[in-house]
Nanobody, 124 residues
């Protein structure tokens, strides 16, 4: 499956963004989806996941301001980020894989497909 992430940009602190990941090539419904992010100089970290069955899971530090959703009819997964903070500045990646348990969403090795990333920059 090919993934492309869109929606990044420059936003002032306190603003909102909705990132969009488009999937093509294989049956989107067969994959669990996730968003990761990587800030400059940091390791890539898990943000949120959306399972094939519709369940969602979030990194503890991301709960409250981040909302993941998916639209299987449109082969898309979204990440709504509210009340953006400068520390949210990062490249955001979408990923697809088969994740058998919620606590395994953080394991980047379980994802077979990755998008190219979209840069979110939050100014203070």
């Amino acid at each position: 499956v090919q993934l492309q992430a869109f929606g990044g940009g420059l936003v002032q602190a306190g603003g909102s963004l909705r990132l969009f990941c488009a999937a093509s090539g294989r049956t989107f419904n067969n994959y669990d989806m996730a968003w990761f992010r990587q800030a400059s100089g940091n390791e890539r970290e898990f943000v949120a996941g959306a399972s094939r069955s519709g369940g969602t899971t979030y990194a503890d530090s991301m709960k409250g301001r981040f909302t993941i959703s998916r639209d299987n009819a449109k082969n898309a997964v979204y990440l709504q980020i509210d009340n953006l903070k400068p520390e949210d500045t990062a490249v955001y990646y979408c990923a697809a894989g088969h994740i058998p348990r919620n606590w395994l969403y953080v394991d980047q090795h379980r994802y077979a497909y990755w998008g190219q990333g979209t840069l979110v920059t939050v100014s203070s």
